[in-house]
């Protein structure tokens, strides 16, 4: 069960994992992508952004991993699965606490 309290999701790829947007991943994202977080909601991304976006939610389990790693575990079965989570994942990390 995934700790929303901390920002985690779980999500089955190669095998059960956790996304989770700390700092450092939404540091990530914006290098990679070439946009500010905040300017997210604006912007058409693509294969290449979601892929992106799934790496930088995994790199606190694994430094290691690649983006390629990543996209190997997602094909057109799993995509809307994987962008849902990407969604909740992102969600939970960015709402402001009440």
């Known amino acids: ?13 190669d095998r059960p994992r956790k996304l989770r947007y700390t ?9 990679k992508i070439g946009v500010s977080v905040t300017e997210l909601g604006e912007t058409n991304l693509g294969i290449k952004s979601i892929r992106t976006f799934l790496w930088a939610g995994l790199i606190h389990e694994d430094t290691n991993l690649t983006e390629k790693d990543v996209g190997d575990w997602v094909d057109f079965e799993n995509l809307e699965y994987v962008q849902r989570k990407i ?7 960015t709402r402001k606490n009440d």
């Open 1 to 13: 069960m995934a700790n929303k309290q901390r920002g985690f999701v779980d999500i089955e790829l």
């Open 87 to 93: 969604a909740e994942a992102f969600e939970t990390a």
């Open 23 to 31: 700092l450092n991943a939404l540091a990530e994202i914006e290098d």
